[in-house]
């Protein structure tokens, strides 16, 4: 098994792990024994949980970004608010086929101060990208303030996103819109106020919901996961 694959194996079992029990309760022989490789094969990779759970971070974001940036053809004669509004929703696409993973982490998350803190500084490094991947402005103080703003934005669509059971996520698109509306504004994120996605809006083909679709690096962010 090379390394790539190790760490993937083990991101996986990780993720697999995490839908079935809380974060606390997974240690890294857990994860070494249900992926089939040594502890010693594995530290190669990981040295505690909290890198699988980096790792995740960085399986996503790469998922995001390779759908495409402001350059993007599908981003073309569009403003900022739309672009990151469809950036958002790739991360939640990327996000779907690990979804009971992502509650599991969001209850520990709300038990757990620390565990909070540590998802809280992940989510601000991803929204940097999330904001580079819209075609807005993540550099400096301002930058910072951005990426701090957007991860607790992205947190309360999560909570949305966890308990919208339609396929194609009305409420969820719904309250993406209604926090850009918001908060992205008041974070200097947009130059503009306009309303862009009504809740029946029907999003392009090319980032629609894909069923099944993993990450890259994985069988793919206060209390911010992913």
Do not use: N
Not at 63 to 80: K, R, S
Not at 145 to 163: E, H, I, Q, S, T
Not at 166 to 192: F, H, Q, S
């Amino acid at each position: 098994m090379t390394s790539e694959t190790t760490r993937d194996a083990c991101l996986r079992s990780f993720l697999a792990l995490l839908a079935e029990r809380p974060f606390a309760r997974i240690a890294l022989g857990d994860v070494a024994e249900r992926c089939g490789v040594s502890l010693a094969q594995m530290r190669a990779s990981f040295a505690s949980p909290h890198d699988l759970l980096a790792a995740f971070f960085r399986a996503t974001d790469r998922h995001v970004l390779a759908e495409g940036g402001p350059d993007a053809e599908d981003f073309a004669g569009e403003g900022p608010k739309e672009r990151l509004f469809e950036v958002l929703m790739r991360r939640l696409d990327a996000l779907d086929p690990h979804k009971e993973a992502v509650r599991s982490l969001r209850r520990s998350a709300r038990r757990d101060p620390l565990l909070a803190l540590h998802l809280l500084r992940l989510s601000e490094g991803s929204q940097r990208w999330m904001l580079a991947s819209a075609g807005l402005d993540c550099t400096g103080l301002a930058g910072s303030l951005r990426a701090k703003g957007l991860a607790v934005l992205f947190a309360r669509v999560l909570d949305v996103w966890l308990d919208d059971e339609d396929p194609g996520l009305a409420r969820t698109m719904a309250a993406l819109d209604r926090e850009l509306g918001t908060g992205a504004k008041l974070l200097g994120m947009l130059d503009d106020v306009a309303y862009i996605a009504i809740p029946w809006r029907k999003r392009r083909a090319s980032t629609a919901p894909r069923q099944g679709e993993r990450c890259q690096d994985a069988p793919a962010e206060g209390e911010p996961a992913a």
